[in-house]
Nanobody, 115 residues
Framework: QVQLVESGGGLVQAGGSLRLSCSAS????????MGWYRQAPGKRREVVAL???????TYPDSVKGRFTISRDSAENAVFLQMNSLKPEDTAEYFC?????????WGQGTQVTVSS
């Protein structure tokens, strides 16, 4: 059974940084598509970063140049480094694993950016 556990969220001032972690069990992150998504109140969940099994990454324009997704196979974890945070980055952030036609979600971690 796959489990994803996020950590690292919190309150930060605009312009600050946070690093989110997603620890995975039950599946190797390097063999799956790993992603970070976010959902703000009243809004749809949106992707903020993906890393593919071949190591390629993709970001939407809203976070490109500010967010970086990475993975550590030894720790079986995925990370999201968020720099130059803006109030509009405030949301619940979720880790996602896709593989074999199935996807899994973590429980989420709250990120709040104050102006």
């Amino acid at each position: 059974q796959v489990q994803l556990v996020e950590s690292g969220g919190g309150l930060v001032q605009a312009g600050g940084s946070l690093r989110l972690s997603c620890s995975a069990s039950g599946r190797e992150v390097r063999t799956a598509v790993m992603g970070w998504y976010r959902q703000a109140p009243g809004k749809r969940r949106e992707v903020v970063a993906l890393i593919f099994s071949h190591g390629g990454t993709t970001y939407p324009d809203s976070v490109k140049g500010r967010f970086t997704i990475s993975r550590d196979s030894a720790e079986n974890a995925v990370f999201l480094q968020m720099n130059s945070l803006k109030p509009e980055d405030t949301a619940e952030y979720f880790c996602n694993l896709r593989g074999g036609g199935i996807e899994y979600w973590g429980q989420g971690t709250q990120v709040t950016v104050s102006s």
